[in-house]
Each structure stands twice: as structure tokens, then as C-alpha cells.
């Protein structure tokens, strides 16, 4: 549901023709460092007339492992035809010569080894696995079958010459592609021009589960990206689909080099990947491209039966506000504080409460859970200043409960009434304990994103009030799910976590573009606690991530930035594999290779400036585990 979000084709700041120009000046670059280098985009969301773009000298060069996808349409093909069936067992016999080295899990493998064709195949694509393609190679028909049904297709550059790292000498022929028969190809499978619906979405979410992130990967966020790498000792190559809703760009990127390493050329592959994403994300229409951005991350986590809400607004524009996912109401946990933050500082301003007024905490009003008051030796006297800080930064839940007796609850309710929040109520004190039987509390990602803009905005509090609950929520302790991804920035948070729910709410204060950014989560598969932090906070992070990288990205348009600390993304779990396919230059599956994941996001940054050094570091943490899919028999 958008709610003042503007249309996503709104006139991109980033233009088609400066796309020709930007990719013009990465090829320029990679010259300059020996590197020849290619690129093709097509636009396949209609935004830009479904047109394409090239840049570089669209030569014929050495496929390495981009020569799969061809295969892989031609394998397509025949399971069109009732001819192949993904389920068909295949058995690979021990010692059979299309057993190899280079990518993949299968050389280490038991053989003989029975395996379906769907395992082949997303063994081929995910991993790039070498055996894996010369046993479907053989499936398709042979070089002869696969050539033939490319030539039909019209293509002239792609062409299958020899398997997987077997030399390329007579008999053989080397395998060729270019950059613009791929685009051409992974277009026509997007738009279903050469296969049924079924089996190009196949293929496309082979590419989504790609696990090699050291080319387009390492600047596209997952979720965004379908896609299939290739590499040799003297080729580096990425082709895939940036997958923003109705934003949708198809891109292959070749590279041809020598005396180099291949990391030095995955830099300028990875460039051009960059400036293709940017055409994507970044229209000007802010609350839009945030939707486009945030939305296959909720698709992606209702696969995992997780519940999300987004809601973002932009505090420094017109107000436009966006609200994304679930629309049902939450557990809150520790985010319903940010209620009582409000009304305490509201009582402040007000003369009927004072931050340095002395308050004893009495053996009875502590609780358990999050906070270190409940370590203290009772009686204990603070201040109400100490208690709201505790409970912010620590999320002290005795805290809480002195601050609901000091100024009551029907207080606090009476601020989220006045604010005319429908659906946010504090019922009852934290950790009520069973002879408490007042209603749960409860919130709903709406009323959370307005009690942040009120917080924010000049009509109910002070300037003074706004920059001391920054600077509280600035010094956030809990660094699971913003604090665990975004290192130094100037973000402002209060977290959440209870039973099946985890959340994360606050300001991302880059310079010109601050914003209230609410994720909400509640895990309904989960069996416990433990389980709903281990799948949800990965995904609050992730969206989290994904925003501010985005605000990043539009102040270092503006020239605001980007700015100097750097944001990391979620560690994934590197799956083993070994070099790609070999080629002619290592026969017999000798030589370098990818190192599979691992990849970041762009490295943005944050101004130290902007909370006048109120924000203290946030520290990166928790992993995030991308389960690499295996065939338990043949992985190791």
C-alpha cells in the first residue's frame, strides 16, 4: 500500500543517454588499466521504450562460464518439448571423462552418483559447476544440438565449442559469446519469447539463487539481482537482471585482459553494474524508489512465512510518506517505549516533570529482561533523566516501569491519542507478570511511522527535547538488526524483540535526505524466541541496509556524498567451491578460480557532523547465514 508515493516512472535523474555516457567512461577507465571491456543493457520494464544500450567494442570474446546460459535455454527447450524432464534421474558413472575439476561440489563426489537433471542444473548455474555441465551437454544433445538451436534463435557470437575445462584444441573449439547476443538472450527469456513462461522463470530463479557474488553481486543486493557469472585467467564476465519492480534492466558485462588479476578487472565489472543499478533506484521520486527497493525484500521474507512492514518518510521533503507490507497490527515489544520517551520529554517541556529530579527504585518495581537496573542493589536512586536513557539505550525494562509509575499510563496514552494514532495503545508495564490482566500492547507500522515524524517535526516537542531523544537513541546499544549493518552511520533507533517478533524503528539522518524508517517483523513459523531472532533480524537488517544505501546513493548524487564510514552488509556463508571452468588455460582443472561469496554493497558512508557527535558507534555483528542449497550426497 503507497500512501503519497509518486509513480515509479517518474523522470529518472539518472537518463538513459547518461547511462550510455557513465558505462562510456568505465570502459575508458578499464583501458587505461589493460582491461577491454564490453557492456549491454536492455531495458526490459518498458520505462525507457525497452531500449538498449551499449558501450565498448561488441567483440566476439572467450565464454568461460557464460556459455551455460545458452545451454541451459537449449536444455529448456527440450523440456518444453516433453523431450527432457527435470526429474529424470541421470547417473554419472566413476570415471567418466565428464568428471572435472575447476567450480563445483560434484568432482568430489561418490560416484557412480544418481542425480536429477533440476540438481544439474542448479548445480551449473548456482556454482557454476563444471561436471555438472559437461554431463548436460551431453543431455542436450552435444555441441552440434545446442549450436543449432542458438543459430535458430538468430544468435551468430554465442557458440559451444568444448566442455568444461577440456583444452580447446582440434578437435575442440573454444566456447564464444558477446555482450550483446547475451543481453539479447537473457532478454528473450524475460520476456518469454523462446521458451513457455514455466521454464523461463526456471531459469531466471536459477540465476536468482546465484552464489558467486565477486562480479554484479558484490554491488547489487541479492534480492535484486538474477544472474550468472564466467571467468578465466584472461576473462572476467557478469550477465544477469537487476530486479527493481517495474525497473526491471537486463545487463551482460565481458572483459578480456592479460598480465592482470582477475580482481582487478571484477573491479571494473562490478563499476558497471553500479551505474546500472543507479538508473534503477534512483528517479527522484524518493518515496517511490524506496517501494521499488524495499518490496522483493518483503516478497522474499513471506516466502520464509515472515511477516513485514516498511514504513518510510522523508523529513526533509514534502513529507511523502510510503507504507509496504502487512498492515495488521504488532506485538510491539521495546518499540512501544518510544511512546512514553515522548511523553516523558512532552511532560518536561511542560514543567511537570524534571530530567534531573531524583527517583528511588523500590525492590518491588524491578523486572527481568533487558537493562542492567535490575543488577542494581535495591533501594536505588537515580535520576528520571538515568531511567530514560536506560531505557532507550538498553531497552531497561525496569526502566520503563518506574517512568509508567512516575507519570502513569493513561499520561502516555493520552500523547498517542492526541497524535491520533488509531491503533498504538500501552496497556500494561513491561513484564506484567500473570496477576496482571490488562490488554497486550500493541502497534501497527502506521501509527509507529507518525509518532516518529511527530517526534521529529516542531509541533510537539522542542528543539532541545528532539536533540536529546537523537542523542539517546543515537547511543543505541542493541546492534542486531540496524547497529549490526550500518557501522558509524548517523542512525537514531529503538529495537524491539519478544516471542515471535523483532523490530527496528528510527531516524537514518544522512545530510538532506533524513528519513523515519519503521521494520516490522513477526516470524509465524517460528518455535521460539531464539528462532525468530536468527531468521528475522537478518531481514530487518537487510531492509534497513538497503534504505540507507539508497539515501547514500541520493546525497552523493546531490553531492552530499557519499561520505567517508563505511555500511556493511549482512556476512554471508561462502559456499565452497574451486575455480571456474578452467578453459584453455588450465587443462585438467588447474589454476585460479572465484572465491564465491563474500561479496559487500557499495561502501557508502555518513557525515560525523551530523548529530554534533551525539551518535556513537554502532557495531557490526550478527551473520547473517545464506544456506547455500546442496545435494547432501555430493556436497562436502
Not at 21 to 33: K, Q
Not at 95 to 123: C, H, R, W, Y
Not at 431 to 441: H, R, S, V
Not at 564 to 574: K, L, M
Amino acid at each position: 500500500m503507497l500512501a503519497g508515493a509518486g509513480s515509479a516512472s517518474a523522470e529518472p535523474l539518472q537518463t538513459w543517454d547518461g547511462l550510455k555516457s557513465r558505462l562510456d567512461a568505465v570502459v575508458a577507465d578499464a583501458a587505461e588499466s589493460g582491461v577491454t571491456l564490453s557492456v549491454a543493457v536492455t531495458d526490459l520494464a518498458g520505462g525507457f521504450g525497452g531500449a538498449t544500450v551499449t558501450a565498448g567494442e561488441d567483440e566476439q570474446v572467450k565464454a568461460a562460464s557464460i556459455i551455460k546460459l545458452p545451454l541451459l535455454a537449449a536444455l529448456m527447450a527440450d523440456v518444453d518439448a516433453g523431450e527432457l524432464d527435470l526429474d529424470q534421474a541421470v547417473t554419472i558413472p566413476a570415471g567418466d571423462p565428464n568428471i572435472v575439476g575447476g567450480s563445483g561440489t560434484l568432482k568430489d563426489g561418490q560416484f557412480p552418483l544418481d542425480i536429477t537433471v533440476a540438481e544439474l542444473m542448479e548445480l551449473m548455474v548456482q556454482v557454476s559447476d563444471n561436471t555438472a555441465t559437461n554431463v548436460l551437454i551431453d543431455l542436450a544433445g552435444g555441441f552440434g544440438a545446442v549450436n543449432d538451436y542458438v543459430a535458430a534463435l538468430g544468435f551468430e557470437d554465442l557458440y559451444l565449442g568444448r566442455k568444461m575445462i577440456h583444452p580447446a584444441s582440434p578437435p575442440l573449439q573454444e566456447n564464444y559469446i558477446s555482450a550483446e547476443e547475451v543481453t539479447e538472450l537473457v532478454t528473450m527469456l524475460w520476456e518469454g519469447e523462446v521458451l513457455s513462461a514455466e521454464s523461463s522463470e526456471h531459469i531466471i530463479d536459477l540465476m536468482r539463487g546465484q552464489l558467486v557474488d565477486t562480479k554484479f553481486g558484490a554491488v547489487i543486493p541479492r534480492v535484486h539481482l538474477a544472474n550468472k557469472t564466467g571467468e578465466l585467467a584472461d576473462v572476467s564476465h557478469d550477465s544477469g537482471i537487476v530486479l527493481l519492480p517495474g525497473r526491471e534492466l537486463a545487463i551482460t558485462t565481458t572483459t578480456s585482459f592479460t598480465d592482470l588479476p582477475r580482481e582487478e578487472a571484477d573491479v571494473f565489472v562490478q563499476e558497471t553494474a553500479r551505474v546500472v543499478y543507479d538508473v534503477a533506484r534512483l528517479t527522484g521520486d524518493v518515496t517511490a524508489d524506496v517501494a521499488a527497493i524495499v518490496q522483493p525484500h518483503i516478497d522474499k521474507a513471506a516466502a520464509q512465512d515472515v511477516r513485514v512492514s516498511v514504513g518510510f518518510s522523508d523529513l526533509t521533503g514534502d513529507g511523502d510518506r510510503v507504507l509496504l507490507g502487512s498492515q495488521e497490527p504488532y506485538n510491539p515489544a521495546s518499540v512501544i517505549k518510544l511512546s512514553l520517551l515522548a511523553a516523558v520529554m512532552r511532560q518536561t517541556e511542560r514543567d511537570l516533570l524534571h530530567l534531573d529530579a531524583p527517583v528511588t527504585i523500590s525492590p518491588y518495581m524491578v523486572v527481568g529482561g533487558s537493562g542492567s537496573f535490575q543488577d542494581e542493589e535495591m533501594p536505588f536512586t537515580t535520576t528520571v533523566r538515568e531511567l530514560v536513557r536506560r531505557m532507550v539505550v538498553e531497552s531497561d525494562n525496569t526502566a520503563t516501569n518506574v517512568l509508567l509509575y512516575h507519570i502513569g499510563l493513561p499520561t502516555t496514552q493520552g500523547l498517542i491519542d492526541d497524535l491520533g494514532l488509531d491503533v498504538m495503545r500501552f496497556n500494561r508495564q513491561m513484564f506484567p507478570g500473570e496477576l496482571i490482566d490488562e490488554p497486550a500492547n500493541v502497534l501497527d507500522v502506521g501509527d509507529t511511522l507518525a509518532l516518529l515524524e511527530a517526534m521529529y517535526g516542531d509541533e510537539l516537542l522542542g528543539e532541545d527535547s528532539r536533540e536529546q531523544i537523537l542523542t539517546w537513541m543515537g547511543d543505541q546499544e542493541v546492534d542486531t538488526k540496524f547497529g549490526a549493518v550500518l557501522n558509524d552511520a548517523p542512525v537514531a533507533h529503538k529495537t524491539g524483540e519478544t516471542g515471535n517478533v523483532t523490530h527496528d524503528v528510527g531516524y537514518f539522518l544522512v545530510p538532506g535526505h533524513e528519513s523515519a524508517v519503521v521494520v516490522l517483523t513477526e516470524v509465524t513459523s517460528s518455535a521460539g524466541f531464539d528462532e525468530t531472532q536468527e531468521i528475522g533480524n537478518p531481514i530487518v537488517q537487510e531492509i534497513g541496509l538497503a534504505v540507507y544505501n539508497y539515501l547514500d546513493a541520493l546525497a552523493a548524487l546531490d553531492g552530499e556524498g557519499p561520505t567517508d564510514a563505511p555500511t556493511d552488509s549482512p556476512p554471508t556463508q561462502q559456499p565452497t567451491t574451486a575455480p571456474d571452468d578452467g578453459g584453455t588455460e588450465v587443462p585438467g582443472g588447474t589454476g585460479g578460480g572465484p572465491t564465491a561469496g563474500g561479496g559487500t554493497l557499495p561502501t557508502t558512508g555518513v557525515s560525523t557532523a551530523v548529530l554534533a557527535g551525539a551518535l556513537a558507534t554502532l557495531l557490526a555483528g550478527i551473520a547473517v547465514t545464506a544456506v547455500a542449497r546442496r545435494r547432501g550426497a555430493v556436497a562436502e
